[in-house]
């Protein structure tokens, strides 16, 4: 029996992606999108960064306006899954209806992952993971005279510049020794340490938080895991995030750091498929081994493969990993993943800031991380994503360029 | 609100209204029309809503610049009259504009 109905949980880029895929397969069965957000499905990326600022509107965050879905017959539910029964394929909801479903995609996202220090609870502190949550900080920021930024993430960094271009005195607190230190290379976060400091961004390095003190409720000063105290009206926090597996793990799915899938992004259960911040999956990036991306073109790319799955259409999952953050004047563009690399070549220049640094892993290229260089992002892509592979030796010879590079190497 | 009609590589053309303010990018993605994914949501991070635009159009459009320029210059296809439509604004005297798609982005 060919497949009746789809039952998407999750509205992020993941789960909108799905549906929309979906119908441009030329399915022609139910879909429904479960939200447990209000209003219609948004893109997150613009949170922290240009929403926050006021540069774009809530409408220019929609993925698609309302008559799109019903136009698309894509079934709009505002609700949480309170449970998966897999033995009749149907999902019970937190309103107490149900949905019965031939296949089954969670795409649940990830919640951040909460402060646990004293003080935890005061109004004035914030994650950075929904519009609620930026709409409530948007009017702070613009009047907060000391802001603390706790982790030195993308998430605190976009943030941190935001606080710092409003006119705030900004402080970072991060346990590493620098910023974005888990995603890019040492090059790299030297760039944007630079650049924040010249905007009057104070890092914090090797510092943690201990506690978050309060006035009538309201955050007042932070103090630092050295014992420093800290004035902050607003403290915003950015420490990783925590994938919603719940549900999977309630209704017996495998789990490891994630909701575990194949190559092909099927669970455990082969009616039930997972993509995005929620799925652990074998990365052929990171030597095949279970890996979770917490990016756009991840949660894109793999909805895209689970639609042309359930249409008839299955492959493998491998597409090159890029990713994307603004920060003040600054757009940095990864593409691969820099996971093991041991060298590194730079182009360009960082006192100009605009810098490409190559990371390779013995002679292999495995990541490009450009900064306002976005045309060596662009070859990069292109680059990764097949042999012949660029050695270190040949972009270490004077006046390399990628676009030549690329345009003498292409197969 | 102008309408836009954007045409696919294989020729098919669709009519889309759009809001004045919104970007052609937007405006493509909000009516559904294929071959334009913009991935990025518009922050000219990703390359995938490039378009040429009519000869008879691009004068009416500041030139591509910074970041779009040199993304564009590195995309398949290009041509002189290429954008990214994220990066194009419609304004009220734009009904009419025609955008062609490449076979491919990026």
Redesign the interface.
Known sequence: MSLDSVVIVGAGHGGVQVA?SLR?EGFRGRIVLVNDEPGLPY?R??LSK?YLLGK?NAT??????ET?YA??RIELVHDRVAAIDRQNRRVMLDSGSALDFGHLVLATGAHNRPLNVPGSTLSGIFGIKTKADADLLSPLVKQARNVVVIGAGFIGLEFAAVAAAEGAAVEVLELGDRPMARAVSPQMSELFRAAHQGWGVKFNFRTGLAELEGEDGKVSAVTTSDGRRLPAELVVYGIGVIPNVQLALEAGLDIDNGIRVNSSLLTSDPHISALGDVAAFPCVQNGENLTRLES??NA?DQGKLIAARLVGKPTPYTALP?F?T?QGNL?L?IAGLSIGADNYVTLGDAAAQQLSVLCFRGEELIAVESC????D???A?KILARPPALTPAAAAAPDFDL?AWEAANRP | MPTITFIEHNGTRHEVHAEVG?SAM?AA????V?GI?G?????????SCHAYVDEAWVERFAPAEG?EY??L???VERQPTSRLTCQLVVGADMDGLTLRLPAAQ?
């Open positions: 929309i441009q893109q990326p613009p240009a774009i220019a965050m929609l993925f698609r306006p799109f136009d698309q756009v073109q894109v890029w994307w603004d757009k563009q306002n260089r976005p045309g992002h662009v070859f892509r676009k | 919104q937007q993605t909000f009516a559904g294929p994914p991935d990025c949501g518009g922050a000219c991070a990703c390359a970041t040199d993304m210059e590195n995309v990026f």
